[in-house]
């Protein structure tokens, strides 16, 4: 209690030095804050984008399926049973059909993963109602034929597809476009086809889009020969948390691993930046504690001569260097949490295009209590830490030579 | 006048490290100090007063020899038991005054109390009582460095006698006093002295001390040259 009104008193009683100290510290205080605070808006933000685009409450995989080993893709599918179709029509979950294609924008070659997907479907946010088509041809002999199974491949001339802004942009395509898609079937039969983009969308998930076609459902079946087959299914509940039959099932914490990583790497990454400045904070109350301790030996002695032990002037010096980290939170949160508030409400928007990783145009930085108490925790202890390792100097020093100021 | 001693010094000799060799600041010095003493190291710079001082404190111990200070073995006594020794028992007073400068009077006094257990009220009566001992209970709230030397070291003297110690020891403590503000600080000490029976011990080459103490211990090259009790004419007023 002494110590820290005594170092209070000390601290203020410094002056400009002090404040010098308490402002570098504040500042590092303030970035560690605003940037771990970012990183968790973007991972919050991110899962909730993925969640919302890509997996849905998790994914349930054929077995053969790897979605980085295209490769896998040509024998990754089968057929849903009773039970997975049941879920399907209760909307719990959705079907999506993967393969390869080859596309021809303006005659360019140009590789494409196909993606089937259920016009119906409310699970994913790709706008895969637009997809919907009805037979124009609906007189065609060959659809009305009284077939349980309306061949759509010939029903309808042009297919609609949709695609993600990026890769409009690497087809060099736009809405109304129109361009042939080439494709080997089941049975390794070249096949091809005429389909016009109805829609890009955007979205802030790159991983499905980059290279990426979405056809409805049905389309991409006939056109494989595989009718009622999917290569992953997605779940829309919580309900599902397990293998279904054959399907693998995998989870959000799997699902999320890739941008778990990224933010990992960037927060690896921030952390010199972080570092550097709290050493640099540090450094300076290092500095100070040295100095003050040289030039207050006479004080020094004096309390030891008033009755404290060493161990307790060892105390009040570590105390006084700790407290600039308070008065540093005390600056800190002056301009901080008006800065903070905005910055949580306006967002912060990258100018630059995506690099190939989920993140919002616009990022909401989240500040949670547990980031700012443990920030602050964490610089107590630090600043606590490198102002009792000079103060430990005094516990050696003759309380004589200290009350003289011989000291060296 | 016979008295119970308080201090008791037996061959005490202290040696300073110096280059190679050492430096022998005090030689075999053999002295007692009776409860109630006021009594004077005398002696030129550089004799062994402020040596044989901070020892008779706990705050240096002895090469050789002894020094048992209210029965307590200075050279035996751990950190904490020499703190604790003087928090309770013993009082400083320093040429320098070495007050804590953010600290206010009332609080300077009051510090090494705080050391001690004691409640907020027992503490105010205790400071209150000695800055009225030294006539500064208006100046209660002022900071150090808004006082006069001389004022200073009676808030000095104040924080010396809170605690109301048995052994008060004085390092020249009118050397940065003019002599209107000596003669004030030694009548206090004096009128203390006789009024609380604290054992009062300088260490001092000014005539003015001089005047009051009723003995005088002589130093010279870290030995004891004389030893006079003295009845000086000068009293408390
Ligand atoms: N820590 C020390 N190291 C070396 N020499 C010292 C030390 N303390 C005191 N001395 C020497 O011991 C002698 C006595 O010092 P001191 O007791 O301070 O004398 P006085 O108070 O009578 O002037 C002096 O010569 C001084 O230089
Ligand atoms: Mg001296």
């Known amino acids: ?408 | 006048m016979e008295q119970k001693s308080i201090i008791s010094i037996t061959n005490l000799t202290k040696e300073f490290p110096v280059g190679k060799g050492h430096f022998t600041a005090l030689d075999k010095v053999n002295i007692e100090f009776g409860v109630g003493e006021f009594a004077g190291l005398v002696g030129p710079s550089g004799s062994g007063k402020t040596t044989l001082l901070n020892i008779i404190g706990s705050l240096d111990t002895p090469t050789t020899g002894d020094a048992i200070v209210m029965g307590q073995s200075i050279s035996k006594l751990s950190h904490k038991q020499s703190a604790l020794l003087r928090n309770h028992h013993i009082g400083f007073i320093f040429q320098t005054f070495n007050l804590l400068p953010v600290y206010t009077v009332y609080e300077n006094v009051e510090f090494a109390l705080l050391l001690q257990n004691m409640s907020s009220g027992e503490r105010h009566k205790a400071v209150m009582e000695a800055l009225e001992w030294v006539g500064l209970t208006d100046k209660e709230k002022s900071k150090p460095s808004m006082l006069s030397g001389g004022e200073s070291q009676r808030v000095a003297i104040a924080r010396a006698m809170v605690k109301k110690p048995q052994i008060v020891l004085a390092d020249e403590p009118t050397a940065n006093l003019d002599s209107k503000n000596s003669h004030h600080i030694l009548q206090t000490m004096k009128k203390l002295n006789e009024e609380l029976k604290v054992t009062f011990i300088f260490a001092t080459h000014d005539e003015k001390v001089m005047m009051y103490l009723n003995r005088v211990v002589n130093l010279a090259d870290g030995r004891i040259v004389s030893d006079e009790r003295v009845m000086n004419h000068v009293k408390a007023q």
């Open chain 1, 1 to 408: 209690m002494i110590a820290l009104k005594l170092a209070f008193r000390n601290l203020l009683g410094a002056g400009l030095r002090t404040w010098l100290n308490v402002t570098v510290l504040s500042f590092a205080f303030v970035v560690i804050i605003f940037y771990n605070g970012m990183l968790n808006g973007w991972d919050r933000q991110g899962k909730r984008d993925t969640q919302a685009w890509e997996v849905g409450q998790g994914q349930l995989w054929h077995p053969t399926y790897d979605k980085y080993d295209v490769f896998s893709i040509q024998d990754a599918h089968g057929l849903m049973e009773t039970r997975e179709k049941q879920l399907a029509v209760e909307g719990k979950l959705t079907p999506i059909l993967i393969a390869q294609g080859t596309a021809y924008p303006e005659g360019r070659m140009q590789g494409v993963l196909l993606k089937g997907i259920d016009p119906e479907q409310k699970i994913l946010k790709i706008p895969s109602h637009l997809l919907k088509q009805t037979a124009t041809a609906a007189d065609d002999a060959t659809a009305t034929d009284g077939a349980t199974e309306v061949d759509v491949h010939y029903a309808i001339d042009v297919h609609h597809a949709i695609i993600g802004k990026r890769m409009a942009k690497s087809l060099k395509v736009g809405e109304g476009d129109q361009m042939l898609i080439r494709w080997r079937d089941k049975n390794g039969t070249f096949d091809a086809l005429e389909v016009k983009i109805v829609a890009v969308f955007k979205s802030d998930v790159p991983s499905i889009d980059n290279g990426q076609m979405y056809l409805s459902l049905q389309t991409l079946q006939q056109m494989m020969d595989m009718p009622g087959e999917a290569t992953i299914l997605v779940s829309g509940t919580e309900e599902i948390n397990g293998n279904l039959g054959n399907w693998v099932f995998k989870d959000l914490d799997f699902l999320f691993t890739e941008l778990d990583e990224i933010i990992l790497s960037k927060r690896a990454g921030s952390m010199i930046m972080q570092s550097t400045l709290l050493l640099i904070a540090l450094l300076a109350i290092f500095d100070t504690q040295i100095l003050s301790i040289f030039r207050r030996q006479k004080e020094i002695g004096t309390y030891i001569a008033l009755g404290m032990t060493r161990a307790q002037v060892v105390g009040i010096f570590t105390v006084e260097g700790g407290a600039h980290s308070i008065l540093a939170a005390l600056v800190g949160a002056v301009y901080g949490i008006p800065l903070f508030m905005w910055l949580a409400a306006k967002g912060i928007t990258f100018g630059v295009d995506d690099m190939g990783i989920t993140m919002a145009e616009t990022i909401f930085p989240y500040y949670s209590l547990g980031l700012i108490a443990f920030t602050t925790l964490f610089v107590i202890a630090a600043a606590t830490i490198v102002s009792y390792i000079p103060a430990r100097r005094i516990s050696k020093m003759n309380p004589t030579d200290a009350l003289r100021g011989k000291v060296n």
